[in-house]
């Protein structure tokens, strides 16, 4: 299939690398691609962003049939630009597709497609420190029609945001409130699936969580309220003793991509990870016998987020003294050299453009 380009008629201003936060600045252009059953995903084609002209009967406005992901692009020292682990983005999309029964991808030809889209938006990966490219490629349902049923036509985009932090706390440790009234996903629901349903189930805890003056919510388990499963849009990670914790993938987490980079790279260093259940008992237990050590969250996003306190059950824990771990500090460092291509990427995590 050919990529059709439209040239846009003007071109936005770049805004300074200095400024940049999180998702509020879109490109010249986006890729888009539909689907219906005949033609199955057809009409790939790089136009000028702008708005999406959609009938309002549109099956995502009213059930929420819609998945995505992030991924970001670098800029090297040398002004090149890379990827990091955009086909384990893509394969994640396609396995949230087949959970929201949506119709699967050509990932090569995707990430072709968004290589292309790259090359032409090359400009706009800011060269700052800590700044990137956010991609997000979403998939939304198009049929117009207000029955329920999964529906038959779709629309794939993909939209580029120059970026820098995620939170306005930065690499600063953040405060978290483990929520027992709310859960974010349930057994048997659609937690693994990045669809926006599951962020949009997190606004009500983490509007009661930012009125208390905690920045992020901790979820537990939606059977028992004791395990815990993710934290604000990011996985989780703690510190107990010698060892790196991190709840095991049970199909109401969402498997990241970062929380996998994190597993393989603190294997690597002789740091023994162990994926299990953990329960919130056992990290209030391991921080008064001070066997806990850090605390910290992963995504594409955020990177590493160090999580400083926690309150749960109305006591709240400063972890390790509040500041920064050593291992947080080490993973987000590394991470990023790899990332900005200052290291060898020993782990084949790199795609150039
Ligand atoms: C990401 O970390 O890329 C995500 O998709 C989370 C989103 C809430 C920004």
Known sequence: MDITFKKAETLKEH?????LGFGTVFTDYMFNMDYNPEEGWHNPRIEPYGPMAMD??????????????????YKTDSGDIQLFRPEDNLKRLNGSGQ???????????VLDALKQ???????WVPSAAGTSLYIRPAIIATDPYIGLRSSNTYRLFIILSPVGAYYPEGFDPVKIWVTTDHVRAVRGGVGQAKTAGNYAASLYATKLANEEGYTQV????????????????????FVIGDELITPELNRS?????????????????????????????????????????????????????????????????????????????????????????????????????
């Open 253 to 353: 987490i969402l498997s990241g991509v970062t929380r996998d980079s994190v597993i393989k790279l603190a294997k690597s260093w002789n740091v023994k990870v162990v994926e299990r259940k953990i329960s919130i008992d056992e990290i209030y237990e391991a921080h008064a016998t001070g066997q806990l050590k850090e605390i910290f969250g992963s995504g594409t996003a955020a990177i590493i987020s160090p999580v400083g306190q926690i309150k749960y059950n109305g006591k709240e824990i400063t972890i390790g003294n509040g500041a920064v771990g050593p291992l947080a500090a080490r993973l987000f460092k590394d991470m990023m050299d790899i990332q900005y291509g200052k290291v060898k990427d020993s782990f084949n995590w790199i795609t150039a453009i």
């Open 15 to 19: 805004p300074e690398d200095s400024t």
């Open 218 to 237: 901790m979820w537990l388990d939606g059977v028992e309220l004791k395990y815990v499963e993710e934290v604000g849009s990011m996985n989780i990670f």
């Open 117 to 123: 889209l790259l090359k032409i938006e090359k400009d």
């Open 99 to 109: 959970m929201l029964c949506m119709p699967e991808l050509d990932e090569s030809f």
């Open 56 to 73: 309002p009967s549109s099956m995502v406005l009213h059930y929420g049939q819609a998945i995505f992901e992030g991924l970001k692009a």
